[in-house]
Antibody, heavy 116, light 111 residues
Framework: QVQLVESGGDLVQPGGSLRLSCAAS????????MSWIRQAPGKGPEWVSFISNSGDAAYYADSVKGRFTISRDNAKNSLYLQMNSLRVEDTAVYYC?????????WGQGTLVTVSS | IVMTQSPDSLAVSLGERATINCKSSQSLLYSSDNKNYLAWYQQKPGQPPKLLIY???TRESGVPDRFSGSGSGTDFTLTISSLQAEDVAVYYCQQFYSTRTFGQGTKVEIK
């Protein structure tokens, strides 16, 4: 079955950096677009970024453009999110998700807390 | 595209109907395929969202038929025909016409 397991979440100071990873299994990873979606405490989900199946196209929400970079390694069935210049408002659970017609499978998420 | 749900919360008796509305700031009907790019998700505490419905009215595999979606253009509805205890959750609409945007959520509880 489809499994998405995120890691890398942590407590970081404003202005700091963090790299999230997502290990995928149970499907042919290289066939699918993949997304990062975040959810702040008590709020609705917010789409952050997605990447094409080959990795040659990436799209970002305006709130993270220029600060976050999505990437993937199809040989390792892995998705990444490099987050720089972190802000307090980036605090959220970050989910890795598979995209088919729309977002169909989500991981359990990893918590990123930005605080001094 | 901004997605606005109503109400923010509702309490329904077991076995009764629950109705959630979602309005988009622009039409989600794509003219080339005549499909509405609207999905519904269910989220229970401590879990990620689960896809229930896409193309506004197509149920995801394994989703009980008491869940149904309707609407077109900018106005959409999720209906739970006979509320069960396990349906207590927060429900979100999402547009996938242009990247992705979610509504603010509707919390469904038992009256």
């Amino acid at each position: 079955q489809v499994q998405l397991v995120e890691s890398g979440g942590d407590l970081v100071q404003p202005g700091g950096s963090l790299r999230l990873s997502c290990a995928a299994s149970g499907f042919t990873f290289s066939d699918y677009y993949m997304s990062w979606i975040r959810q702040a405490p008590g709020k609705g989900p917010e789409w952050v970024s997605f990447i094409s199946n080959s990795g040659d196209a990436a799209y970002y929400a305006d709130s993270v453009k220029g600060r976050f970079t999505i990437s993937r390694d199809n040989a390792k069935n892995s998705l990444y999110l490099q987050m720089n210049s972190l802000r307090v408002e980036d605090t959220a659970v970050y989910y890795c998700a598979r995209e088919v017609t729309t977002t169909d499978y989500w991981g359990q998420g990893t918590l990123v807390t930005v605080s001094s | 595209i901004v997605m606005t749900q109503s109400p923010d919360s509702l309490a329904v008796s077991l076995g009764e109907r629950a109705t959630i509305n979602c309005k988009s700031s622009q039409s989600l009907l794509y003219s080339s395929d005549n499909k509405n790019y609207l999905a519904w998700y269910q989220q229970k505490p401590g879990q990620p969202p689960k896809l229930l419905i896409y193309w506004a009215s197509t149920r995801e595999s394994g989703v009980p038929d008491r869940f149904s979606g309707s609407g077109s253009g900018t106005d959409f509805t999720l209906t739970i025909s006979s509320l069960q205890a396990e349906d207590v959750a927060v429900y979100y609409c999402q547009q996938f016409y242009s990247t992705r945007t979610f509504g603010q959520g509707t919390k469904v509880e038992i009256k």
